[in-house]
């Protein structure tokens, strides 16, 4: 259990919800490395900058993608995959940065996945009405390492399923410096974000941003 002080800052353990066997949400539990997390991010598109990619049937993606770490996940008419080189830079992706590790080291161990170190990571940035379909995760090479999810800024509608695409999903709001950690028997649930509402947040403006820490290689 958590409570909220006058000013909404989280005191005390934070919130634990289980979203399904394996999955878990901790809200607001890296509220306070927010900042760092998005100076961080600043980093990375320096060197990385977001692109729209082009799915394998050919569609652009509403929502803009970049990587670090050694592997960097793409799409584009080949298809789906890991690649330690950016194809815009031609260069490797940055490094994880010491913040996105330290939060994926924290969250993983809150949500009893002990020892899990991420060698990439998705960022994702949403405007107002951009969105993301429901799939799976599974480019990954190894199932047995859970993924981190960071979401800063604007919040968002998460929909999480099930094994089956046509499972009806759930919906969650995550908001600012809430983790989605999952892993074991939902590491391949079907999941998506519905189309970001507009809004303004004092720390991103008209944006969300999402990092998915993974085990890639
Ligand atoms: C997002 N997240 O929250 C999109 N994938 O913007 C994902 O697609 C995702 O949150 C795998 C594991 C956790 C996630
Ligand atoms: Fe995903």
Redesign the pocket.
């Known amino acids: 259990m958590s409570t909220r002080d006058l000013f909404g800052e989280q005191v005390g353990a934070p919130e634990c919800e289980a979203l399904a066997d394996g999955a878990v949400l901790l809200r607001g539990l890296v509220v306070k490395e927010a900042p760092a997390l998005l100076r961080a991010i600043n980093g990375v598109i320096a060197r990385a900058p977001f692109r729209n990619m082009i799915t394998p049937g050919g569609f652009t993606m509403s ?1 803009a993608m970049t990587n670090c770490g050694r592997a960097g996940w793409l799409t584009d008419r080949k298809g789906y995959r890991y690649d330690g080189i950016d194809p815009e830079t031609g260069q490797a992706w940055p490094e994880l940065p010491e913040a996105f590790m330290r939060v994926a080291r924290r969250a993983s161990a809150a949500a009893g996945y002990g020892g899990f170190v991420p060698d990439a990571c ?1 960022v ?1 940035r ?1 405007e107002p009405g951009t969105r ?1 379909s429901l ?1 799976q ?1 599974r480019n990954e090479r190894d199932f047995t390492a859970p ?3 960071v ?1 800063l800024g604007l919040p ?1 509608v ?1 929909l999480f399923g099930g094994a089956e695409r046509s499972d009806r999903p759930r919906r969650y709001r ?1 908001e600012h410096g809430d983790v ?1 950690v ?1 892993g074991g028997p939902a590491r391949l649930a079907f ?3 519905a189309p970001l509402a507009d809004g303004e947040h004092p720390s991103t403006g008209r944006l ?1 941003f ?1 990092l ?1 820490m ?1 085990k890639a290689l």
């Open positions: 929502v998705l994702n949403y993301l799939h995760d993924i981190v999810s979401s968002a998460f995550l989605v999952w999941h998506g974000v969300r999402n998915t993974r």
